[in-house]
């Protein structure tokens, strides 16, 4: 079945909107739904970047997405180094 709004298409479900693709350091790539909106409620919560910060990321992006406890940690590592660049992006917009 072709989806007329976008020829390229052939499945039915919408795009997802707030879809970031990160990379493992073994080259995996995953999509993770959610982790722009979580970065910014994150942010504006006054979260600084480290360990446990990382771990609430993880923590509510669990309902949207599947982080197998074998990778949590690797998980987290990324989910900790884009937030990170969300803080950098926050301090240019702001400069």
Known sequence: MSNRANPGCVCCAPPVRDLTKLTFLDGTQMG??????VLAAIYAEGWQANDDTAEEIANRLEGKNYIPDSARE????????????????????IA
């Open 32 to 37: 993770i739904i959610g982790l722009k909106g």
């Open 74 to 93: 690797e998980y987290q590592r990324l989910f900790l180094k884009e937030y990170k660049k969300f803080i950098a992006d926050q301090k240019n917009k």
